[in-house]
């Protein structure tokens, strides 16, 4: 079965500094994986996907992602926090025999000014 | 643009009584979902729709249904809601049959049962 381990129910980060978010997944078959984000009072929204294109992969908002298939992983980084990235972040994968999502519990940000 | 409306975004019910959550989409997307997110645990899938009259359960069905009439709207009921359905909920939509399809989510619904 399909799992997902984010790392760090809240991270904490100086504005400026770099951002990283970790997402180790398990899974039995190449992955589709998934970023989303969640600002405040609001629902989520895709940040960017990983679809074996590439193992890096570029966000909105200046994220990016790399897949580590040695490692099973799909870290999210930043190089340099914004006030404006204070949010959850939600790891998710999907295989490819069906399409609902396995989603990791999620991770606070906060950006220390 | 794209958008999923949820109908409230915040509700306070009774233990007992039931409660519709309503979700509409303007994207003409077959796929819709209903998650609840609670703190610690993601979110976790109550029911899915791939079409008009289709549902299937996800994860946690219990004490839930679904209605879908029409292909832009998908609704929650809690036949009889207790307190442990105290939680966010969201809607979702998404295109079919591709794995790489993002969802689209409405702003959530708050909901409290005392």
């Known amino acids: 079965a399909q799992s997902v381990t984010q790392l760090g129910s809240h991270v904490s980060v100086s504005e400026g500094a770099l951002v990283l978010l970790r997402c180790n997944y398990s899974?039995?078959?190449?992955?589709?994986l998934f970023w989303y984000v969640q600002y405040p009072n609001q629902g989520l929204q895709l940040l960017l996907k990983?679809?074996?294109?590439a193992t890096l992969v570029k966000g909105i908002n200046g994220f990016e992602a790399e897949f580590k298939k040695s490692e099973t992983s799909f870290h999210l980084t930043k190089p340099s926090a914004h006030m404006s990235d204070a949010a959850e972040y939600f790891c998710?994968?999907?295989?490819?025999?069906?399409?609902?999502?396995?989603w990791g519990a999620g991770t606070k940000l906060i950006i220390k000014p | 643009d794209v958008k999923v409306t949820q109908s409230s975004r915040y509700l306070v019910k009774r233990t007992g009584e039931k409660v519709f959550l309503e979700c509409v989409q303007d994207?003409?997307?077959?796929?819709m979902f209903w998650y609840r997110q609670d703190p610690g645990l993601g979110l976790r899938l109550i029911y899915f729709?791939?079409?008009?009259?289709?549902?299937e359960k996800g994860d946690i069905p219990e004490g839930y249904s679904v209605s879908r009439e029409k292909k832009e709207r998908f609704s929650l009921i809690l036949e009889s809601a207790s307190t442990n359905q105290t939680s966010m909920y969201l809607c979702?939509?998404?295109?079919?049959?591709?794995?790489?399809?993002?969802?689209?989510f409405g702003n959530g619904t708050r909901l409290t049962v005392t």
């Open positions: 899974s039995s078959v190449p992955p589709y």
């Open positions: 979702a939509s998404s295109i079919p049959g591709q794995n790489n399809s993002p969802l689209h």
């Open positions: 990983y679809t074996s294109a």
């Open positions: 998710a994968v999907s295989d490819q025999s069906n399409y609902q999502l396995i």
């Open positions: 729709s791939y079409d008009v009259k289709m549902k």
């Open positions: 994207m003409d997307h077959e796929n």
